[in-house]
């Protein structure tokens, strides 16, 4: 915990404290394996420590490993084979690390602001696509999605809100009926959970309630067949998730 002014506090006044937001400690050991690759030189196809090994020079136990690995081959970094170890990911997709310099992270705002607007393009073309091709089981499936979003918002469960809003935007890609983009959503949406993950301690502001409703609105708009209400409430969608973004990370950034 912190002072607000930096100062020592005067005889008989009440000093105000502020407390670091909470990070579970398999994100924090996902960032100290990220950077123990970086450290040691790893290059992708190289194999790393064993889960012992790392829990051993991180001074953390295994299972906490265990979890952190989980992460970390969500978003493309490390590749686990059964029976033969843990790798350096070198399948870096579309959107290679390579043109990052790394893996991705949000401290660089230019690299957030632009990943958003190659979403708005990409999700509002998908979106316009699937008002005119969705089937009605494709129409479920975004129904579903979005419900689970809503359920883990009312109910709390930042996973169950996560996994809804992915298989949202995945699902809706996939009723363009545009394999292009369903790839180019599920690497773009890749990169914006490793920046989230990792960068931004899986919380995003307060904009949760309106993700639910947006989401709402674009389902409404595909099901209606309505491509230009699609469009647009996938832009507005996306804007104000990014704005939320750019919120978060300066509020971090910069107190």
Known sequence: MTRDDGDDAAPGTTEVLTEEPYRPGYELVAERILRLIAETGLRPGDRMPTENELAAQLGTSRSMVREAVKILSAIGRVRAQ????LYVADDEGMLGSARWGGFFLPADLDHVYMLFEFRRVQETAASRLAAANATPAELR???TA???CRQGHVTGEAALFDRGDHEFHLAVAAASHNQFLVAAVREARRLQRQSNI???HGTVGGHAAEAVEEH???LR???DGDADAAAGATATHLDNTLEDYRNEIQRRLFG
Do not use: E, S
């Open 82 to 85: 059964k029976g033969r170890g």
């Open 198 to 200: 990792i960068g931004m």
């Open 221 to 223: 708009a595909i099901r």
């Open 216 to 218: 709402a609105a674009i």
């Open 146 to 148: 979005a419900d689970t």
């Open 141 to 143: 499936a975004i129904a």
